[in-house]
């Protein structure tokens, strides 16, 4: 009896240890995967780095070496530089209030870290707090370009960057706490070296150079500070006495020969510039105007230009023969004619007529915007040296921008087009929003917008759709938008993406939501997708998230709370039609 009491016992021990050890090993397992799992939006918005899930841990002062419980520690660190950090924000960007709030009123070194290059930045601040507002100011970071950090911040990104709390101290600890840190780290983005001030430090040529290069031209005329300025001529007296005599930098002194010879072969191999060469062709240049047959008895101005040599190399010609078929007065190649006035010609009884169309444009003297007051030509035809004189108003290509982004394309009409083409489509639900967007952009198009039907799963569709001309101008957005053939993103999008371009992605792929609104870039890739969200983050100050969607679509999600921000951004270049897609 004893011995199966025994063994019954012996059981009971061993049952209890294995489910012990079982229970300890799903604890375990289940621990790991909360600590190693990656939230998508973390992974993502760090241009496709897998980052960690942010968690808190317990960490010692690198004074003290106590162990300090943290508020809210955000770390992934496991090595580096960041063991002798106190706080550690992964992704300073998605914690910027916890940064600003958790650092009220405490001074301290704190530094910046690059998570794609690994340079570094140590920089300390009686109150910290007030210093990372700052940083998250995109216009500060603007006003402080001289700064490395600041350049650096916008270039990549405050998601690229990470911020650790490498020590808090005393306000009369800083300069000797920063300096240990910046002769311990020696950071990259730090151009001093001597915490505190810049004494001693002397800028290379190179810099010099490049400064004196940046500023050049910039203070002048009403920026400088002496604009507006008249001296009496006894203050000029005055000053020409002062400079006078010995009191001249280079009174008594003489050239050397070397030196004279280095300044005339100097003057001899002198490359006049653009600019100057410009301003001698309008000062002594002969103004010529070109003039192109339109019918029989008529010539229409196509190019004025302040040379007959720049007028020569925009036929192709001899400036010499410009000059001859201007004096004889002869027509070039039965087709054009040359004259030093703005009049246009006619070849009846071979007599010279001023254009009534060019009188009535010259009484014109209201300013306006460029490109507002361009006119629909449709059903007129253009010369090719017409067609390549044409250029995009700001305005203009701002519209065309926000439409390639959407729901326009580019192509050439055949294989071989030398230029490119805009078309538009949209279903006849939405006729009033392209007989919107055909008005600002029929200045271009040669014909109106036609009815097109498709049969989509059994179902006929209407739609209108336009077309431009073929024109250079659209050439140069179309290698810039389809490089490989393929629509893109543009590296360029921060400049491209203006408020006008905004309100046209928006009427053309938003999608309102009682939270906010969605935009539709399901044709674009990942990298495009977080390039175009970052330029709405970063330019904008609009909160943003990217939403995934089947068969590798991606969409970007702007929050309710930034809908106030956009609205006051694009409702004034929206469609009346199209208001509904802002909430309004």
Same mark, same amino acid.
């Given at each position: 009896?004893?011995?199966?009491?025994?063994?019954?016992?012996?059981?009971?021990?061993?049952?209890?240890?294995?489910?012990?050890?079982?229970?300890?090993?799903?604890?375990?397992?289940?621990?790991?995967?909360?600590?190693?799992?990656?939230?998508?939006?973390?992974?993502?918005?760090?241009?496709?780095?897998?980052?960690?899930?942010?968690?808190?841990?317990?960490?010692?002062?690198?004074?003290?070496?106590?162990?300090?419980?943290?508020?809210?520690?955000?770390?992934?660190?496991?090595?580096?530089?960041?063991?002798?950090?106190?706080?550690?924000?992964?992704?300073?960007?998605?914690?910027?209030?916890?940064?600003?709030?958790?650092?009220?009123?405490?001074?301290?070194?704190?530094?910046?870290?690059?998570?794609?290059?690994?340079?570094?930045?140590?920089?300390?601040?009686?109150?910290?707090?007030?210093?990372?507002?700052?940083?998250?100011?995109?216009?500060?970071?603007?006003?402080?370009?001289?700064?490395?950090?600041?350049?650096?911040?916008?270039?990549?990104?405050?998601?690229?960057?990470?911020?650790?709390?490498?020590?808090?101290?005393?306000?009369?600890?800083?300069?000797?706490?920063?300096?240990?840190?910046?002769?311990?780290?020696?950071?990259?983005?730090?151009?001093?070296?001597?915490?505190?001030?810049?004494?001693?430090?002397?800028?290379?040529?190179?810099?010099?150079?490049?400064?004196?290069?940046?500023?050049?031209?910039?203070?002048? $005329?009403?920026?400088?500070?002496?604009? &507006?300025? !008249?001296?009496? *001529? %006894?203050? #000029?007296?005055? +000053?020409?006495? /002062?400079?006078? $005599?010995?009191?001249?930098?280079?009174? &008594?002194? !003489?050239?050397? *020969? %070397?030196? #004279?010879?280095? +300044?005339?072969? /100097?003057?001899?191999?002198?490359?006049?510039?653009?600019?100057?060469?410009?301003?001698?062709?309008?000062?002594?240049?002969?103004?010529?105007?070109?003039?192109?047959?339109?019918?029989?008895?008529?010539?229409?101005?196509?190019?004025?230009?302040?040379?007959?040599?720049?007028?020569?190399?925009?036929?192709?010609?001899?400036?010499?023969?410009?000059?001859?078929?201007?004096?004889?007065?002869?027509?070039?190649?039965?087709?054009?004619?040359?004259?030093?006035?703005?009049?246009?010609?006619?070849?009846?009884?071979?007599?010279?007529?001023?254009?009534?169309?060019?009188?009535?444009?010259?009484?014109?003297?209201?300013?306006?915007?460029?490109?507002?007051?361009?006119?629909?030509?449709?059903?007129?035809?253009?010369?090719?040296?017409?067609?390549?004189?044409?250029?995009?108003?700001?305005?203009?290509?701002?519209?065309?921008?926000?439409?390639?982004?959407?729901?326009?394309?580019?192509?050439?009409?055949?294989?071989?087009?030398?230029?490119?083409?805009?078309?538009?489509?949209?279903?006849?639900?939405?006729?009033?929003?392209?007989?919107?967007?055909?008005?600002?952009?029929?200045?271009?198009?040669?014909?109106?917008?036609?009815?097109?039907?498709?049969?989509?799963?059994?179902?006929?569709?209407?739609?209108?759709?336009?077309?431009?001309?073929?024109?250079?101008?659209?050439?140069?957005?179309?290698?810039?938008?389809?490089?490989?053939?393929?629509?893109?993103?543009?590296?360029?999008?921060?400049?491209?993406?203006?408020?006008?371009?905004?309100?046209?992605?928006?009427?053309?792929?938003?999608?309102?939501?009682?939270?906010?609104?969605?935009?539709?870039?399901?044709?674009?890739?990942?990298?495009?997708?977080?390039?175009?969200?970052?330029?709405?983050?970063?330019?904008?100050?609009?909160?943003?998230?990217?939403?995934?969607?089947?068969?590798?679509?991606?969409?970007?999600?702007?929050?309710?709370?930034?809908?106030?921000?956009?609205?006051?951004?694009?409702?004034?270049?929206?469609?009346?039609?199209?208001?509904?897609?802002?909430?309004?």
């Amino acid at each position: 009896m004893e011995a199966l009491i025994e063994l019954h016992n012996n059981i009971m021990f061993y049952l209890v240890m294995i489910l012990f050890t079982v229970g300890w090993i799903l604890i375990s397992i289940i621990r790991n995967f909360i600590s190693t799992r990656s939230p998508i939006s973390n992974k993502y918005l760090n241009h496709g780095r897998n980052v960690p899930i942010q968690k808190y841990s317990n960490v010692r002062s690198p004074i003290s070496n106590k162990v300090i419980t943290p508020i809210r520690a955000y770390s992934t660190y496991t090595e580096g530089i960041s063991g002798s950090s106190i706080k550690i924000y992964e992704n300073a960007y998605s914690v910027k209030k916890d940064i600003i709030n958790e650092n009220i009123g405490k001074s301290g070194i704190y530094m910046w870290t690059n998570l794609l290059t690994g340079d570094i930045y140590i920089g300390q601040s009686g109150d910290l707090s007030k210093r990372f507002r700052k940083y998250f100011t995109l216009s500060y970071l603007k006003s402080k370009e001289g700064f490395i950090i600041s350049r650096a911040l916008i270039k990549y990104g405050y998601t690229n960057f990470s911020l650790s709390i490498l020590e808090y101290c005393d306000k009369s600890d800083l300069l000797v706490r920063e300096q240990y840190y910046l002769d311990k780290l020696n950071p990259q983005y730090n151009i001093l070296k001597i915490a505190g001030n810049s004494l001693g430090y002397k800028h290379s040529q190179e810099s010099r150079d490049k400064r004196s290069k940046a500023l050049k031209g910039v203070y002048t $005329g009403i920026k400088s500070a002496l604009f &507006g300025t !008249t001296y009496t *001529e %006894e203050t #000029k007296l005055k +000053m020409s006495l /002062k400079r006078g $005599g010995e009191n001249n930098h280079f009174y &008594g002194k !003489t050239h050397s *020969e %070397e030196y #004279k010879e280095l +300044m005339r072969q /100097k003057a001899l191999n002198r490359k006049d510039l653009f600019e100057t060469k410009d301003k001698i062709s309008k000062s002594h240049g002969n103004p010529i105007n070109i003039y192109e047959k339109c019918s029989s008895e008529k010539f229409q101005l196509i190019g004025s230009f302040v040379s007959a040599r720049r007028a020569a190399n925009f036929l192709g010609m001899n400036g010499s023969m410009v000059i001859k078929y201007m004096k004889s007065g002869t027509i070039y190649k039965d087709r054009y004619k040359f004259s030093s006035n703005n009049r246009c010609f006619s070849t009846k009884n071979n007599t010279i007529q001023t254009s009534a169309k060019f009188q009535q444009m010259s009484q014109n003297i209201s300013l306006v915007a460029w490109g507002q007051n361009l006119s629909a030509t449709t059903k007129e035809r253009f010369t090719r040296a017409e067609l390549g004189m044409v250029k995009l108003p700001i305005n203009t290509r701002g519209v065309i921008v926000g439409l390639i982004l959407s729901n326009a394309w580019l192509r050439f009409a055949y294989k071989r087009s030398t230029n490119a083409l805009l078309g538009f489509k949209q279903s006849l639900i939405h006729s009033e929003y392209i007989w919107f967007v055909f008005s600002l952009l029929s200045h271009y198009c040669s014909s109106y917008p036609s009815l097109k039907s498709t049969v989509i799963e059994g179902n006929r569709h209407y739609a209108l759709e336009f077309y431009t001309r073929s024109m250079p101008c659209f050439t140069e957005l179309y290698y810039l938008f389809y490089p490989n053939g393929v629509k893109i993103i543009p590296e360029d999008i921060y400049n491209l993406l203006t408020p006008v371009a905004l309100a046209h992605l928006i009427m053309g792929d938003g999608s309102v939501k009682p939270h906010g609104l969605i935009l539709c870039t399901d044709s674009y890739s990942l990298k495009d997708v977080v390039r175009l969200m970052n330029v709405l983050i970063i330019k904008y100050r609009l909160e943003c998230t990217l939403r995934f969607y089947p068969k590798n679509q991606y969409r970007i999600y702007i929050k309710q709370s930034s809908m106030p921000i956009l609205r006051s951004i694009v409702i004034s270049f929206m469609a009346k039609s199209m208001l509904y897609k802002i909430d309004l």
